[in-house]
């Protein structure tokens, strides 16, 4: 029997390249695990470090809703006071003129009666009224002032189409003393 030099040579060629991938092969899982290994050594750190930050960042965000609700609530329970606002707006209104009146009355009254001294004075002497200074409130007292002096104009005009005199005690006169 004759061996084929040739047949050999290929023989041994292809049962070289059969080892050599039937190697590859059983290695290529290994290789496969070593490269994952060695990319969740590289990266772990980084995504735990963003993990955490995340982490951190999610709970000053929940903090800053909570204290959001916390100011649309207060914002809610503001607009809720508009009426009790709106009351004292009324009663100061009502509180100057009624102070106007009282002035303009003590006045017509010194005019009048000269030597007594009135009962408005006697108890003014124990009242003191200090308003604070309210710089807010300086367009509410021009329209509190002009209202008044409306409401003292048709007084005026009804009282003189009613056929009282100039100087009768139904009669409003603007005060000395506005406040403007």
């Known amino acids: ?3 084929d030099k040739e047949l050999e040579t290929k023989i041994r060629k292809t049962s070289e390249k059969i080892s050599e991938n039937m190697h590859i092969v059983a290695n290529e899982p290994s290789l496969a695990f070593f490269r ?16 955490s ?3 951190q960042l999610q709970q000053d965000l929940q903090g800053h809703c909570y204290d959001m609700e916390y100011a649309i609530g207060a914002i809610k329970s503001i607009e809720a006071s508009e009426q009790s606002f709106q009351n004292i707006h009324e ?10 009146q009282l002035k303009y009355e003590e006045s017509r009254r010194t005019k009048k009666e ?3 001294s009135s009962v408005y ?9 200090e308003l604070p200074d309210l710089p807010d409130l300086s367009g509410v007292v021009r329209e509190t002032t002009n209202r008044v002096e409306n409401m003292m104009s048709h007084a005026r005009n009804s009282s003189s189409s009613g056929g009282t005199s100039s ?14």
């Open 167 to 180: 100087n009768g005690t139904g009669e409003l006169q603007r005060s000395h003393t506005t406040l403007h």
């Open 36 to 51: 994952i290994q060695e990319h969740v050594r590289k990266v772990l750190p980084m995504i735990v470090d963003r993990r």
């Open 91 to 100: 009663l100061l209104k009502n509180a100057i003129f009624l102070k106007q």
């Open 114 to 116: 000269p030597s007594n």
């Open 1 to 3: 029997m004759s061996v």
């Open 53 to 55: 930050e995340v982490v």
């Open 121 to 129: 004075k006697r108890l003014s002497a124990h009242i003191t009224l």
